[in-house]
């Protein structure tokens, strides 16, 4: 959906090139194999380096990007989530990715006690998964995961109302 695309443009990944390997995660003592493949993945590389990866049918590194600090997450979130909305919108989309990219973004709000994201990135990262969760309601139109991707848009929606007095997911 364009005005998806726009809204993605416009308010994900408007820094510079992540160059310094130093300044993508915040080392704390977790997840540290995670951090030190985020650090050989996204080093130097930028966003759309990263889009190319995914529409190339490249690693997902999802484990990795929802380990990387606030600033890194949400430069890099534009790739996935411009990704996200590709594979939604195809004729043959890319369930794997779908749930697995759903998946993390719950991953992200539990990791983080709530969205990293400014309120209008979480808006519109919410717009999205309620998109995919109507998407997998809809016959036949994801072949193999309709279920599991209803299931972990609602865990995403769950877990980001522990964190916020607006309850989300009521759409469901």
Not at 66 to 85: D, E, G, P, Q, R
Not at 108 to 131: A, C
Request: proline content about 2%; charged content about 25%.
């Amino acid at each position: 959906m364009p005005e998806f695309l726009t809204k993605i443009t416009s308010n994900f990944g408007n820094t510079k090139i992540l160059t310094n390997k130093d300044s993508l995660v915040d080392w704390d003592g977790y997840d540290e194999l995670d951090k030190k493949g985020a650090i050989k993945y996204f080093s130097r590389k930028d966003r759309d380096n990263v889009l190319n990866h995914l529409r190339e049918g490249g690693a997902y590194y999802l484990e990795e990007w929802c380990v990387l600090n606030k600033v890194a997450l949400s430069y890099c979130a534009y790739a996935y989530l411009k990704h996200f909305i590709e594979t939604l919108d195809s004729e043959e989309p890319d369930e794997e990715f779908v749930i697995f990219f759903i998946a993390q973004l719950y991953q992200v709000v539990y990791m983080h006690k709530g969205s990293p994201f400014t309120s209008i990135q979480t808006e519109i990262i919410k717009d999205l998964v309620l998109y995919a969760v109507q998407k997998a309601k809809t016959v036949k139109y994801f072949e193999y995961f309709s279920e599991d991707i209803s299931e972990n848009g609602q865990q995403f929606f769950n877990e980001l109302s522990k964190y916020s007095s607006v309850v989300y997911g009521t759409e469901y």
